[in-house]
């Protein structure tokens, strides 16, 4: 199929459909009191523009408006505000000539229902993950002068509550990981950009035709076949995807563990004198993630929950052995420019990026970076 004839995101995804069902999937959801809310989103907004001031000042990095918007959703909120992002992120990656109408293909019978099933698969997804999510920055919301972090108050109040979590301490610990991303996006000139890129060439894959199916559903036999969980590495979608995507895949797998890593370890150099409970709030999600029942953790597998976990894992030991390898001032030497990101080989082995990058920066012009 040529870039003329890939259907748009439109032709892939009935979005109308995604948010019904999202509504009556969470229509029993318990919205919080109002007066509960609007302390909730108070206590937020502050913390929110204090998180972007200690992570600006801790990494060096700055955005151009500032602090992204503070919003407390609930549960539907967020599926709905989720919903919306992936129709816009799909719309920005449509091939040019799809967005000029041409090689559209017919609304059959067959387009309709698969339209349907996406779009009820989407509602699914977001309304299993609503019930789990705390806080998650936002770059696609439709208003390029303003990102926006939403954080999840049902949630969030009901594990204090039930964990006995210091409300303040909490709350400023779920900001400083999302606002640590919105910099990571804002702050980098390049990231956005890159990120999108990303997405747009794995939708352009992901419209492939049979043949990449086959060829997964041969790699997953013989995954089987070693003993080994063809879910581990991402989900469904990695499962599902042929070699060429497989490696755009890999290339996000790099960057998500690298943003993941980098925010854990702003949290942990942030936090000490400000949330003396942190290593407490670790600890307890670690251990509900662990103790879900057997649906939760194949729904953690397929979704590539478990694979976003490894993430943070491998990501904050990248960071780690790097500042070990040489120190602090080495991250810059990360957000300087693209070829300095790490593929999934050196996240893996630090080291090995340690010689690439700032040893040879440390020989070269790029030496003010360390400085």
Known sequence: MTSSQHPSSGDLIDFALAARVCEKLLSKSIALPT??????????????????ERVSELTGL???????????????????????????????????AASDGEGRRSHGAFDRLSQAATG??????????????????????????????????????????????APKEFRLWIALHEVTHHLQFAGVPWMRDYFLSLVGRATALGRSD???????????????????????????????????????????????????????????RTAPDLIPGQR????????RRRQGSPLAKFAQQALGFEAKLRQYHEGHTFIDEVIGARDEEVLKLLWQRRENLPDLQEIRQP??????????ASKGPDTRALS
Not at 63 to 85: F, H, M, Q, T
């Open 35 to 52: 007066d509960v809310g609007l302390r909730l989103a108070d206590d937020f907004s502050g913390s929110t523009v204090f998180a972007y």
């Open 62 to 96: 700055t955005a151009p408006e500032g602090a992204p918007r503070s919003l407390v959703l609930d549960r539907l909120e967020w599926s709905k505000a989720n919903i919306r992002s992936i129709a816009t992120l799909l719309e920005r990656s449509e091939p040019t």
């Open 120 to 165: 009820t698969q989407l509602a699914l997804m977001f309304s299993w993950v609503s019930k789990r999510v705390l806080g998650q920055y936002d770059m696609v919301t439709g208003d390029p002068q303003q990102d926006a972090v939403y954080y999840v108050g049902q949630n969030i109040v009901n594990l204090e509550r039930r964990f006995a979590f």
């Open 210 to 268: 049979s043949s990449a199916l086959l060829e997964a559903s041969k790699r997953a036999t013989e995954t089987i076949r070693r003993g080994e969980n063809p879910l581990a590495e991402g989900g469904i979608a990695t499962l599902l995807a042929g070699s060429e995507l497989i490696a755009v895949i890999r290339e996000a797998q790099a960057l998500m563990s690298l943003l993941e890593g980098h925010a854990e370890y702003v949290m942990s």
């Open 280 to 287: 407490r709030f670790a600890r307890v999600l670690s251990e």
């Open 351 to 360: 080291l090995r990026w340690v010689a690439r990058v700032a040893e040879q």
